[in-house]
């Protein structure tokens, strides 16, 4: 089984790279974000 994290809503860019490393020194298999009030593809971006 594959567990996915979320990258969270933060507008906060040292935020989303640190909870992604967080994510994947924890073993999380990939990360999502929410596509609502915002832009999804930047936080993805940063977490590559």
């Keep these: 089984m594959k ?3 979320g990258l969270g809503l ?3 860019i040292d935020k989303i790279v640190a909870n992604a490393k967080a994510q994947e020194a ?3 298999d990939g990360v999502r ?3 609502t ?4 593809f930047l936080p993805l971006v940063l977490a590559a």
Excluded: F, I, K, L
């Design 10 to 12: 933060s507008p906060d």
């Design 3 to 5: 567990v996915d994290g």
């Design 33 to 35: 974000t929410a596509e």
């Design 26 to 28: 924890a073993g999380y």
């Design 37 to 40: 009030s915002h832009d999804p």
